[in-house]
């Protein structure tokens, strides 16, 4: 008795070491298994994180040299959307904001800092011309100036307006009529001709939406005023 109750101890613990052999065996292939599809992904996401594009202040394709202040801005889109504004990463004009309106859209910053001093739209349609040359005249020395219109720009300027506007280095403003749609960033001070200016036509024959022409948008980098 005591030799057959030794021998199924003998076998119990035998089952029991080799249950516990095979159980550790698959326990540790699985383990291997998790921590490979763990590091394979991780290093998959690290791949991806790698190869996403970065992104720039405003959305622009490229980064801005040290010293200069990045812009994007875009037109109305016929009476529907406003346009939109937006320097060194801060939208300062658009429809969300609700601060955009028919006519001309002017944002003001500091030139040294790029802080924005002032936003405001002028209706160049159903509006009076002088409370919009009233602002022009007011505009302080280093001053950046960026305008984009909506809907319509044109019918109420006349040519002290459009004088004022060529000063801060618009070339396309003398040529501005009705529903065109244009994008416009100068200064005041300006020396030169701005090279930020987009202006397309408004025509019948080429216009995106029934009435106006398409949307015009433009980025680049501002230099900064210095002392």
């Known amino acids: 008795m005591r030799v057959a109750g ?6 119990a613990v035998a089952v029991f070491l080799l249950t516990f052999y095979v159980i550790s065996q698959v326990f540790e292939i699985k383990m291997d298994a998790s921590l490979g599809n763990l590091f394979a992904r991780s290093a998959l996401d690290t791949a991806a994180r790698s190869t996403k594009p970065p992104r720039y202040k405003c959305g622009i394709s490229k980064a801005c040299p040290e010293k200069h202040f990045a812009f994007k801005m875009a037109s109305g889109a016929a009476n529907v959307v406003g346009p ?3 320097l060194e990463d801060n939208v300062l004009m658009s429809g969300v904001k609700n601060n955009v309106g028919r006519g001309i859209n002017v944002a003001l910053a500091n030139g040294k800092t790029g802080e924005v001093l002032d936003t405001k739209y002028f209706d160049m349609w159903g509006g009076d011309v002088a409370p919009f040359i009233e602002f ?7 001053t950046i100036v960026l305008m984009g219109t909506y809907d319509d720009g044109a019918t ?4 002290e307006a459009r004088r004022l ?3 801060l280095g ?7 009529g009705f529903r065109d749609n244009w994008v416009f960033c100068g200064g005041k001070g300006i020396k030169t001709k701005s090279p930020f200016e987009q202006h397309i036509k408004n025509n019948k024959d080429t216009n995106k939406y029934e009435g106006w ?3 015009v948008e433009m980025e680049g980098c501002i230099p900064q005023k210095q002392d």
């Open 6 to 11: 030794a021998a199924k101890l003998v076998v």
């Open 165 to 167: 506007i060529a000063d």
């Open 136 to 142: 022009l005249k007011a505009i302080q020395d280093g």
């Open 84 to 86: 939109k504004i937006c």
């Open 170 to 176: 618009s070339t396309s403003i003398t040529n501005l």
């Open 213 to 215: 022409p398409e949307v």
């Open 156 to 159: 109420k300027l006349n040519d």
